[in-house]
């Protein structure tokens, strides 16, 4: 028996807690928290697929998901920066309260 | 052409700017509105003077005519367009203008004492000057048109002086009466002038060359054109405009309103009433004698104009005189005398011509004006009583108005030689006497002239001999029931204690002028030297002592002096004899004959005739005409109005409901949709997120699905 749906149910059970935190949070450091969640449930579900695919000889899963975490990596600077500096414009984190991009 | 007669326009311009400036006047300014007045006054007397010396010079033409257009009217150049005004001196108005601004002059200075009482004393020099300004336009007019327009301000200033004391309701009313009563023969006259208009082509009385409406080739056009029943177009003309003199002169049926205008001042009613606008009519008579005397055979006499105005002033003079001889207050006794004086000059225009009748017009001028103010004096001395009954014995108070009075009572009743109303009076008697179309005008004439000296002398032994009566006052209230009119001039109520008193110099000295000229003015125009005729005619006069044996003259004389004898005697013998001694005693003459007295005393019962009829019928038509218009008229109009109203309800539902409930819907439905959309746009970041995450599981469920399904 493949382990893959273990992967598969673990990754979505990763993915609805990121999308529930993204959803349910506030603060907008718990959102991108969440966003990182689902990404990395993403990456997940690239590795199972890949390990337990047609070609695993091939690097091309890891390949994939080293290059999303570089990506992560750099959305997640991105998203702190833009964070930080809404939070010196308007003195707040709430999510809620950012609905006017016009500063 | 001369100066005066280039500039007689400031005769009557100098008082009508005064009237302007007077009307500017505080209340409170009254010696500069008397002298304003005065002043005006004095100034149109030296100018008129000037004129009259103009006019006595012998020239090749007597009449003087300026004439400038007024308005044109439709095309330039084409005939009979240019409304034209002018003035023009010929002796008729040389005469008129000096009896007018001399008489006016007079009485503009009594009247500084007669009023000085006042409170309104500006406003009384502001209307007497306006109405001095207008007579004289009047006497210059040159056309019939300025004519009618100063003769309609004159009888505006008249309206104006009548209820000069307008708190008074008789005064008011009889301002009132006075000129509607006059309006119904203005708008005959105004029907005559359009006629003329449209027959002759011009208003103006003589335009220099000989095209004026009195002038010979416009006559002999009028004469022969004829209108209904025969009648010549000027006759029909002449007859319209002798209802406008009827009314102004106050002759036979319009007289009412004459005695009631005595509610005014009594230098109104000497002045206008008396001596001035009342013989306006007279003059436009004399004015428009050729149009009245026209006749296709040339007589000089007999046309229906002519005959109609002798009638009217014969009937006149007889029937005034007879209702002055009942009468109690003393101004209603001249003002019923003036009618009578009036119709008298009427009668001598119809049989004699122009220069008759204005020679009786200019001395009854100066005696009316006369015994006006020497009543307005009796009533100032005797504390503002009016009642002839009240008063008595004032020969003893009032020595220089008892003298001047008896000078104007003399002349008036036509005592032979030394005064002028014989000479006047006798002159009218001798052309009625000669009048080729009835004697009844003579002996109306000559009844008229014993009524004359009775009731002036049952008036003056009333008012000067006798014992004094006026404290008996207050225990009459039944006579003052009897004689409504006889009620004080309110205007100057005051202390009414004392014994009666002479009035000041100011009102006694006009009195001792005009006596003197009632006396002296008879001599101009005597048969044996008729220089007034003369110079009405353009001749030059000389003196003939024959022409006293010529024609009857002297006979006729004798006659009238008989007469005018009888008359006294009979007056002296009913109240001089033994003069009444209460207030409330009755007339001599009631306990006569009462039925005839009664009759007398209530003026034929003219005014209620004219109150049960024309009144009555005028007041009936009003209340038809608002009937009319109320449930009629209004009626219609309000139906009209409701339909409007339902049309514009329907119009209303129909853009409500039909045209604009669409659009609305289709609106709200828009906005409903852009304020969802809207709120889909909200800006807020988990928003989307949760449209994604929703999305997401839709289509995870879908890709389920759609696996399922293949």
Request: charged residues 10%; positive net charge; aromatic residues 12%.
């Amino acid at each position: 028996m493949s382990p893959l749906p273990g992967y598969l149910l673990l990754s979505a059970f990763v993915f609805a807690i990121g999308l529930g935190g993204a959803l349910m949070r506030r603060n907008a450091i718990l959102v991108l928290v969440g966003i990182e969640l689902m990404l990395n449930a993403a990456n997940l579900n690239f590795i199972a697929f890949w390990r337990f695919g047609a070609h695993p000889e091939a690097l091309t899963g890891m390949l994939f998901v080293i290059f999303s975490i570089g990506v992560a990596a750099a959305e997640a600077a991105v998203g702190l920066a833009l964070i930080i500096s809404i939070h010196r414009h308007y003195k707040t984190t709430n999510v809620d309260e950012m609905k006017v991009l016009k500063g | 052409m001369t100066w005066i007669v280039r500039n007689l326009w400031l005769i009557p311009a100098v008082p009508m700017l005064a009237a302007g400036l007077g009307a500017l006047a505080k209340q409170r300014h009254r010696a500069f509105a008397a002298s304003l007045a005065i002043g005006a006054m004095g100034l149109s007397l030296l100018l008129s003077l000037c004129a009259f010396a103009h006019a006595l010079k012998p020239g090749p033409d007597p009449r003087q005519v300026v004439n400038f257009d007024w308005f044109q009217m439709g095309d330039p150049g084409a005939a009979g367009t240019v409304v034209k005004l002018g003035w023009v001196l010929d002796p008729l108005t040389a005469v008129m203008l000096v009896m007018v601004s001399f008489v006016g002059l007079l009485i503009f200075i009594y009247s500084v004492g007669y009023m000085a009482r006042d409170g309104n004393f500006t406003r009384f020099f502001c209307f007497l000057s306006l109405f001095a300004g207008a007579m004289l336009g009047v006497v210059i007019a040159n056309s019939l048109l300025l004519f009618f327009i100063c003769w309609e301000l004159v009888g505006l200033t008249s309206y104006l002086l009548i209820g000069f004391w307008y708190q008074k309701p008789a005064a008011a009313a009889a301002a009132k009466k006075a000129f509607i009563t006059t309006r119904i023969g203005d708008v005959l006259f105004l029907l005559g002038i359009v006629w003329l208009y449209s027959q002759a082509g011009t208003l103006l009385f003589y335009d220099g060359s000989g095209g004026g409406c009195l002038e010979q080739s416009a006559l002999d056009a009028l004469v022969v054109r004829t209108t209904g029943a025969g009648m010549a177009v000027s006759t029909g003309i002449g007859l319209l405009i002798l209802c406008g003199a009827i009314g102004k002169s106050g002759q036979v049926p319009l007289h009412v309103w004459l005695p009631d205008a005595m509610e005014g001042p009594t230098p109104v009613s000497a002045l206008i009433h008396a001596a001035t606008m009342v013989a306006a009519g007279v003059f436009l008579v004399a004015r428009v004698y050729p149009l009245m005397a026209a006749h296709p055979a040339g007589a000089a006499a007999g046309t229906g104009a002519l005959e109609a105005v002798t009638w009217v002033g014969s009937i006149t003079a007889v029937f005034a005189a007879s209702i002055a001889v009942a009468q109690t207050d003393i101004k209603r006794i001249l003002a019923y005398s003036t009618v009578s004086q009036l119709g008298y000059m009427m009668m001598g225009l119809g049989v004699g011509g122009v220069a008759v009748g204005m020679f009786h017009l200019i001395t009854h001028a100066f005696f009316k004006a006369l015994l006006f103010l020497g009543a307005g004096s009796v009533i100032h001395g005797c504390h503002e009583e009016q009642d002839i009954r009240r008063m008595g014995g004032l020969r003893k108070f009032m020595p220089v108005t008892f003298a001047s009075y008896a000078i104007g009572m003399l002349a008036l009743s036509g005592v032979p030689l030394l005064f002028s109303g014989f000479w006047s009076k006798d002159e009218i008697l001798h052309a009625a006497r000669g009048w080729n179309v009835s004697q009844a005008p003579f002996y109306l004439g000559a009844i008229g002239a014993m009524l004359t000296a009775f009731y002036m002398t049952r008036q003056v032994a009333l008012v000067f001999f006798g014992s004094n009566r006026g404290d008996g006052r207050e225990s009459a209230p039944s006579s003052q029931e009897a004689m409504p009119q006889a009620t004080p001039e309110p205007a100057h109520l005051h202390a009414k204690q004392g014994s009666p008193h002479e009035s000041p110099a100011v009102m006694t000295i006009p009195l001792i002028v005009l006596a003197v000229f009632s006396m002296l003015l008879g001599f101009i125009g005597t048969p044996a030297w008729p220089w007034f005729q003369a110079f009405l005619k353009g001749e030059s006069a000389s003196l003939n002592f024959a022409r006293f044996s010529e024609e009857g003259v002297l006979p006729l004389m004798l006659f009238s002096t008989l007469l005018v004898f009888l008359g006294l005697g009979l007056g002296w013998w009913f109240y001089g004899r033994k003069p009444i001694r209460r207030s409330d005693e009755p007339d001599p003459l009631a306990v006569l004959r009462p039925d005839i007295f009664a009759l007398l005393r209530n003026r034929y019962f003219i005014d209620e005739l004219y109150d049960n009829t024309v009144v009555a019928f005028n007041a009936w038509w009003s209340r038809a005409c608002d009937w009319l218009d109320r449930w009629v008229w209004n009626g219609a109009v309000e139906l009209v109005s409701y339909a409007v109203i339902g049309l514009s309800w329907v119009n209303r539902f129909c853009d409500e409901y039909v045209v604009n409930l669409g659009f609305d819907e289709g609106c709200r439905r828009l906005r409903l949709g852009g304020k969802f959309l809207s709120s889909l746009q909200n800006g807020r970041v988990q928003n989307y997120l949760r449209v994604i995450g929703i999305a997401l599981a839709a289509l995870v469920l879908f890709l389920i699905w759609g696996c399922r399904a293949s």
